[in-house]
């Protein structure tokens, strides 16, 4: 079977004209997967329900999103004017992450070509984040391995340039789940969260200084924590073209991250879920590219993963 990866980009949000927020990318990434990687099944996740949303959210703030009885204030914070698509879209793209977590907990790599919206906290929405994916899919794959007498340990690896602020908010305290957050120090948000591990990066950095912080970050999550299962947002908003990023990541350091968290993953042999988190370029069309490239290198560590499990079979 190929590489799986979850799509909900025909759920479009009514945004004013001129709004920063790049929507038109996804659909645009979906194209680039459908024409230049055959290796991937496409598919449209189930939306989220109220219950899996409430693993990790408080039910007063889902029944004020779902009703759009938010506030002003609540509103502008999340970036997003209230509609109903909105509604569907954030639960499409949790759905997406669930699914995306499924399908690699039974393949060893799934992707979602949408999610990471980090910044949405337990109460509360921000940075265009609604509903927190990564933390409701943990907590919904730690649900359906209720059974066994453990809790699935869950690493997030955040890569966005702006910090996970919301993960880390609903996650905190609990040693299931390992945080990792490396970001823009100076960047959004300017209140940062405590993750269980935080690299603030000054603006500029580049992609030697950038790698050499990120095999150390990884070093230590190895020897704190033993995961079950990696959730990757591989924001490609650090690149150096990008309007939010503040960071001077080239594409081939862009490459170099996104190979070695598979890399990473391989060594422990862990199933990955990767999401694409923020994408803000000056060139939507590059921005697609730099996701395409994460697309790309998942079908490569799915691959490996394939003829991993063959050579077993067959030995």
Known sequence: MPLKAFYSDHFVLPLPEN?????QKYGKLRARVQRDLPAVRLAEPAAASDGQLALAHDTDY???VVTGAL???????????WSAAMVERSRRAAGATIAACRAALQEGVAANLAGGTHHA???????????NDTAIAARVMQADAATSRRRLRVAVIDLDVHQGDGTAQILRGDDSVFTLSMHGEKNFP???????????LPDGTTDDDYLDHLDRALREVEGRFEPQLLIYLAGADAHENDRLGKLALTFDGMRRRDERVFEFADRLGVPIAVTMAGG?????????????????LACHAWLRRSESRQAVASA
């Open 71 to 81: 506030d002003d204030a609540e509103v502008r914070a999340i970036g997003f004017p």
């Open 121 to 131: 906290a337990r109460g509360r929405g921000a940075g265009y984040c609604v509903f």
């Open 62 to 64: 889902i029944q004020r």
């Open 19 to 23: 709004h920063r927020f790049p929507m």
């Open 190 to 200: 300017f209140r940062k969260q405590a993750s269980d591990l935080d690299i603030g």
């Open 280 to 296: 803000y370029g000056r060139d939507i069309d590059l921005t697609v590219e730099l996701h395409l490239q994460t697309i790309r």
